[in-house]
């Protein structure tokens, strides 16, 4: 399985830690950024948001300082579900509930949290159930209908 990460120049010690950790269950494609020199977090968020909608990678990992703006952009990618989470119950209610395909988290969350959140999300299904498929089919009719504002 292959799962795509980028962060910003505030979330690259973590996106190193998640790499390494990772690389031996996971393909990693890692989308940068490769410093701490500073850098537009958009620029990453919509590199992963894209690697992940067309289908080149399962999951995507984003991290910027607090999580919040590269969830935010993330977002503005077609068929991107991302969800900024602090703890592993979100991790595990994102992928049952919304079926999220992107998980994104602060700078200052511990590499032990953070390598637990990321196995979790990536290793809960999503549940199925009815009513949350209704609920992400009325979120994607919505994204195309406005697809042009």
Do not use: W
Request: proline share 1%.
């Amino acid at each position: 399985m292959k799962i795509a990460i980028a962060s910003d120049h505030r979330g690259y010690k973590l996106k190193e830690f998640l790499k390494e950790q990772l690389a031996s269950e996971y393909e990693i494609c890692d989308l940068g950024t490769n410093s701490e020199e500073s850098v537009d977090y958009p620029d990453y968020a919509f590199a992963l948001g894209e690697k992940v909608s067309n289908g080149e990678a399962a999951f995507g990992i984003a991290i910027c300082g607090s999580g919040i703006g590269i969830s935010i952009a993330c977002n503005k990618v077609k068929g991107i579900r991302c969800a900024k989470v602090t703890t592993v119950e979100d991790a595990k209610y994102t992928r049952e509930d919304n079926d999220s395909n992107i998980v994104a988290f602060g700078e200052k969350t511990s590499e032990k949290d953070a390598l637990e959140i990321v196995k979790t999300f990536i290793n809960t299904p999503f549940s199925n159930l009815e009513k949350h498929q209704r609920r992400i089919d009325k979120i994607s009719s919505y994204e195309e209908k406005n697809n042009d504002r």
